[in-house]
């Protein structure tokens, strides 16, 4: 059975950091898209970074560059996505996903994949 569970998340001040993980079972990251996206109270969903996994490509939102990195650590099969300098309009419910087709990243996000979304909220 294929899972990703999400870990991490809260609330924070603006300007501070939070880490979210992402652990994933049933598959490997071989030749797949993993990305991170966030829908606010309101709005749609938005693509917050992917990663080919092929080649270690990574796509940013042009909102979160320099502020956001996405690592992963194939061994523990978990992604993790650093937060840095975060801002009131990051405040949403943050989800990782899997797609088995690399070519989702960038710019698609019907990926296979889901975890159950995670809550973060930065106050100001």
């Known amino acids: 059975e294929v899972q990703l569970v999400q870990s991490g998340g809260g609330l924070v001040q603006a300007g501070g950091s939070l880490r979210l993980s992402c652990a994933a079972s049933?598959?490997?990251?071989?030749?797949?898209?993993i990305g991170w996206f966030r829908q606010a109270p309101g709005k749609g969903r938005e693509g917050v970074v992917c990663?080919?996994?092929?080649?270690?490509?990574?796509y940013y939102a042009d909102s979160v560059k320099g502020r956001f990195t996405l690592s992963s650590d194939n061994a523990k099969n978990t992604v993790y996505l650093q937060m840095n300098r975060l801002e009131p309009e990051d405040t949403a419910v943050y989800y990782c996903?899997?797609?088995?087709?690399?070519?989702?990243?960038?710019?698609?996000?019907?990926?296979?994949?889901w975890g159950q979304g995670t809550q973060v909220t930065v106050s100001s």
């Open positions: 996903a899997a797609d088995s087709s690399d070519w989702s990243c960038p710019g698609r996000s019907d990926y296979d994949y």
């Open positions: 990663l080919k996994t092929i080649d270690g490509s990574t």
């Open positions: 049933g598959f490997t990251f071989d030749e797949i898209a």
